[in-house]
């Protein structure tokens, strides 16, 4: 029993003598000053917030920038455009102004048509007529016609009177065609009605007669050439 009691009392004082040291510690602990942040550490936290921020910055700066000259080209782009559609429009304008300006006295100049075609018929057949009054009639009627020619000329009219010239689809409209030995085939040997042009446009194309080769001509050129 009495080393069970001596045990006891040595186990108690090793735990006493632990917490002693412990609490020693502690207070020594308490005892030193603790270390403030230092200006250097304060500036190392700081550089390292200014980065991030400058990062932070620089990628909205480079965002905005993007999208600011993505908005400029698309601008320019729309600019270009109108420009475009304006100049376009100016053409089309002027061009419809230069039209109604040349070819404004066309529906007029179809119904005078007529009555130049009258005039001429009555010149022919004033001409197949003898006597003196005919003829007074008829040099009336060349007057007329002739200051009323002055009149189309003036008015940018041209005639197409093609006797004797190549047959031309754009201007003619064959009426018949007929063989016809003096004159080179498809040349305009007759006019029926005489054409006009305004302003180099056709506004009636000339009634003609086409000459064609006789078919002796025909048939000669067609039969192959004899054997020597």
Known sequence: MGESSEKHLSDEEADGTAEKAQEELK???????????????????????????????????????????????????????????????????????????????????QSLLPVVDSLEKAIESAEQASGGAEDAIAEGVVLCHKLLLDVLNKENIEVIDPIGEPFDPNEHQAMSMVENPDMEPNSVFAVVQKGYKLNGRLVRAAMVMVSKAPASQVDDAEEPAADS
């Not at 000259?69 to 089309?92: F, I, T, W």
């Open 27 to 109: 207070m020594e602990s308490a005892r030193q000053p603790q270390r403030e942040p230092s200006a250097t550490d304060e500036t190392e936290v700081d550089e390292v917030g200014d980065k991030s921020d400058e990062t932070a910055s620089e990628e909205a700066s480079g965002g905005e920038l993007e999208s600011a000259l993505a908005e400029v080209d698309k601008l320019r782009d729309a600019a270009l455009r109108a420009e475009a559609e304006m100049q376009n429009m100016q053409r089309r304008t002027a061009r419809d102004v230069e039209n109604a300006h040349k070819f404004g006295v066309e529906r007029f100049l």
